[in-house]
């Protein structure tokens, strides 16, 4: 099993940045996509984007394509998401997860992954 803890969330301005941060500990980190998660008050948790295990193929919603950017180092057990340009409408908890049984890309559902990190809350101001 892997864990997962998130952390670089905080509170900004509409336009400013920010770079969220998802390391891992457990099983080969390496091995297995990476994907992050978003969940607004009183909405249901929705795919912002995933990574394959290389870091050579990734998928974003289309609500946050060209602002955000997916990475990961796998040397550091970690994986990134790059946040530019942020608008109120991203204020949410977001999420970390680990998919060992991906099958078919790109894995865009809850129920792709296996492993759920704590959360770490965004919140932008207009």
């Known amino acids: 099993q892997v864990q997962l803890v998130e952390s670089g969330g905080g509170l900004v301005q509409a336009g400013d940045s920010l770079r969220l941060s998802c390391a891992a500990s457990?099983?080969?980190?390496?091995?297995?996509?990476m994907g992050w998660f978003r969940q607004a008050p009183g909405k249901e948790r929705d795919f912002v984007a995933t990574?394959?295990?290389?870091?050579?193929?990734?998928y974003y919603a289309d609500s946050v394509k060209g602002r955000f950017t997916i990475s990961r180092d796998n040397a550091k057990n970690t994986v990134y998401l790059q946040m530019n340009s942020l608008k109120p409408g991203d204020t949410a908890v977001y999420y970390c997860?680990?998919?060992?049984?991906?099958?078919?890309?790109?894995?865009?559902?809850?129920?792709?992954?296996?492993?759920w990190g704590q959360g770490t809350q965004v919140t932008v101001s207009s």
């Open positions: 997860a680990v998919g060992y049984r991906v099958s078919a890309w790109p894995p865009s559902h809850d129920y792709d992954y296996d492993s």
């Open positions: 457990g099983r080969t980190f390496s091995t297995y996509h």
């Open positions: 990574i394959n295990w290389s870091g050579s193929n990734t």
